[in-house]
């Protein structure tokens, strides 16, 4: 099936989908072609602080090491997990060890990556596990609250992916002039 037919009937499904409103099919479907970028989806996600499920769901669309910016886009999602539970080790004195072992689960498991790429930066996100409080470092100063801190990384994150040529022509279904979703029925 040549590409752009696939993309028709690929574009065709998610109008389809969209209009019954199986909203998560639609989003499987669209990591899962990788066709279809839903960047409002992905804002909802990191606005939530669903880290995981927006790694989940970019991963339909670029990996790690295809690119610097899609490197970047990894890294800011993945700091920002970090920021964030170590944010609730700090503020959480009662679950403090595990939030602390999270912490440490997130710096081995999904940062430790990048240190190939700068070691100094990941020295200096462990680093930050053994400071009373992260935002006294230099470069975290103006964290502020985990809310305004995920809006800003946001705009880091979306900046990295419109300029990122993975993303190309990925951004929106368009409609299918042939097909009529009111004719569709189950």
């Known amino acids: 099936m ?30 899962e072609s990788g066709l279809f970028f839903n960047l409002e989806f ?12 927006a790694e989940k769901y970019i991963s339909g669309f670029t990996k ?19 920021l964030e539970t170590l944010d609730k080790y700090l503020m959480v ?43 006294k470092h230099a470069s975290l100063t103006k964290y502020g609250d985990t809310r305004s801190a995920r809006a800003s990384i946001l705009k880091e994150i979306k900046k990295a992916i419109n300029a990122n040529p993975v993303f190309l022509g990925k951004f929106r279904v368009l409609a299918l002039a042939s097909l009529q979703m009111a004719n569709l029925q189950i």
């Open 2 to 31: 040549s590409s752009s037919v696939q993309k028709d009937c690929v574009a065709g499904i998610l109008k389809f989908l969209e209009h019954q409103n199986f909203k998560e099919t639609a989003h499987m479907l669209e990591r």
């Open 42 to 53: 992905f804002e909802e996600m990191a606005l939530k602080g669903e880290w995981n499920e």
């Open 93 to 135: 004195h009662i679950f403090a060890r595990q939030e602390y072992g999270k912490a440490v689960e997130i710096l081995n498991n999904n940062l430790k990556v990048f240190a190939q790429y700068n070691s100094g930066l990941y020295k200096e996100m462990v680093l930050l596990i053994t400071v009373d409080d992260f935002r």
């Open 64 to 82: 790690l090491e295809d690119n610097k910016l899609s490197t970047k886009i990894y890294f800011e999602m993945r700091k920002q997990k970090y």
